[in-house]
């Protein structure tokens, strides 16, 4: 099974940061990567796919890069609605989610 | 516009059964892999069954395995989540979520609002 870790669990900060969260998975995944948003009392709701294309309607302050085993999703500037949690999710064999990493208010 | 309404979830003592539907709309059913997510109270989350889009092929979590069976009605439009020998670590908010391919390496681009499933005596 290949396990996907996010990094870190939770991170503070503030409207206007630059935020980077990072996946690693347990063995070669190629591209075959996802990453969502999730608000409270939501459903996820998908943002970038493939590890860096970005969905049709989300702001292109979000973006995602990486290859292999080590991914990064990246929000440049920080908006009051990002704040989240955020999960990772392999689909190369099977699906697996990261833990999420949650977003909060510094 | 794309949907997905899930239903069946509620209250069931440890061992027991239910069964979980999810009704879509607004796209070709038959075209497209689906899977069963869930989400533990307070927890991350968890893919647990997916099938493809003729639904020659379903794929199980090692943790439900033997225990849930996934199917489709295109008929419908319909996705099934069939849940037996249920134990309290069941308990979850089951979210049905439509791959954006017709097999396999897909992600999940919609997903219904979810639909609470307890486990307890």
């Known amino acids: 099974d290949i396990q996907m870790t996010q990094s870190p669990s939770t991170l503070s900060a503030s409207v206007g940061d630059r935020v980077t969260i990072t996946c690693r998975a347990s063995q070669s995944i190629s591209s075959w990567l996802a990453w969502y948003q999730q608000r409270p009392g939501k459903a996820p709701k998908l943002l970038i796919d493939?590890?860096?294309s970005l969905e049709s309607g989300v702001p292109s302050r979000f973006s995602g890069s990486g290859s292999g085993t080590e991914f990064t999703l990246t929000i440049s500037s920080l908006q009051p609605d990002d704040f989240a949690t955020y999960y990772c999710q392999q689909y190369n064999s099977y699906w697996t989610f990261g833990q999420g990493t949650k977003v909060e208010i510094k | 516009e794309v949907q997905l309404v899930e239903s069946g979830g509620g209250l069931v003592k440890p061992g027991g059964s239910l069964r979980l539907s999810c009704a879509a709309s607004g796209f070709t059913f038959s075209t497209y892999a689906m899977s069963w997510v869930r989400q533990a109270p307070g927890e991350g989350l968890e893919w647990v069954s997916g099938?493809?889009?003729?639904?020659?092929?379903?794929y199980y979590a090692d943790s439900v395995k033997g225990r849930f069976t996934i199917s489709t009605d295109n008929s419908k439009s319909t996705l099934y989540l069939q849940m037996n020998s249920l134990r309290a670590e069941d308990t979850a908010i089951y979210y049905c979520?439509?791959?954006?391919?017709?097999?396999?390496?897909?992600?999940?681009?919609?997903w219904g609002q979810g639909t609470l499933v307890t486990v307890s005596s």
């Open positions: 099938i493809t889009n003729s639904g020659g092929y379903r």
């Open positions: 493939k590890a860096s």
């Open positions: 979520a439509k791959g954006n391919g017709d097999f396999g390496a897909t992600a999940f681009d919609y």
